[in-house]
């Protein structure tokens, strides 16, 4: 017995001394099964959207707060950087929460999907506006969508039947009653979901009220789509990165600059800033949610479902972020900056977040 207890005693000691292998680190390609072990101090990592990321780094840190788990992880990588981070795979390593100020695109649940991210759900938080902002001091612009397009595209109609490098060097050359200052416009990269929201709700808008480029929609759509949403690289549109505070930055050096930002973060710097009417209607908290304004849209969060049984807290994440003191009329966000959902809409969207109800390809 007394041997017996000694090569037992010998071998538990072998195996405590013994170098702990961290399973979640076994090369896939190897043939070895990947496993995962949750643990309690793993973190939450949210990336994406900079128009998003405010709101979850404020529900990040209430939920920090109040409940048993630490608190989230927030980087702000852009919409599509985002898409990049979240879909290259499984574990508590991996980013669990992508925010999104566009739905997601077909080509990243495909990406997705070859690295093994098949279970995504979507969940709708709100909308937001994309506001052309100006220095509080500088004029003030009340301008169309059509004004924006030829403003900003690349190329325009020649009144030929061909296409000339955009002529247009202030304001007042698209249009006599805006002000007769440089066009000189900083916005977000093309990894930007705002990007993309700006391009398809302003640019496009536009150029389908300029009857050459519009009869290419019918005749041409992917011409259509090169034409309206091509963006001049002449030195009058400056991509600023994804953080909006370096725009505003620049609005505060050069009164005759223009910042393309989300209405939220306008909300943030009233005090120094102001944004252009579209069409006659202001960018506000009212015309926003009634969808009248016309550069508009929704945002979002997207969840890795495989991540639920690996990262602690994720569903109580979800339910924190929806819940009517955080994202609704009169919760915290709104302060925020966020313009909430209808009731019927939040409950429901709450209902099948909560319920990890997932998405495919079909549905972007």
Known sequence: MRTIF??????????ACAPK???????ASSGELQVFAASPDEK????????????????AEQFGAVSEFPTPIVETTGTGGGFQAF??????????????SRPVKASELALCERQGVTEIVEVKIGYDGIVLANAKGSPTMDITKEEIYRALAEELPDGNGGWQDNPN???????????????????????SGTRDAFAELAMEGGAEEVPEVAALKESNPDEF?????????????????ENDTAIVQT????????????????EQNLDRLKGASIGGLEPSFENIASGD?????????????????LVPGLTDFISEFTQEDAWGPTGYLVEKGLIPLQEAERAAVREQALELQTMDAAES
């Open 6 to 15: 000694l090569a037992l005693s010998a071998a538990l000691l072998a195996s």
């Open 87 to 100: 879909c290259q795979g499984i574990g508590p390593k991996e980013p669990s929460i992508s925010n999104a």
């Open 293 to 309: 304004y016309g550069i508009s849209r929704s945002m979002f969060f997207y969840v890795k479902k495989q991540n639920v049984n």
């Open 21 to 27: 292998t961290d399973l979640s680190e076994i090369d």
């Open 251 to 266: 609005l505060m050096k050069n009164p005759d600059s223009i910042g393309i930002m989300g209405f939220s973060f306008l």
């Open 225 to 241: 789509g090169r034409r309206a949403t091509t963006i001049r690289m002449d030195g009058k549109w400056i991509d600023s990165g």
């Open 169 to 191: 060097e202030t304001w007042q050359d698209v249009a006599d009653h805006l002000p007769d200052m440089p066009i000189l416009v900083s916005g977000p990269p093309p990894t």
């Open 44 to 59: 939450i990592r949210i990336v994406g959207s900079s128009t998003v990321s405010p709101f979850s780094t404020t529900v």
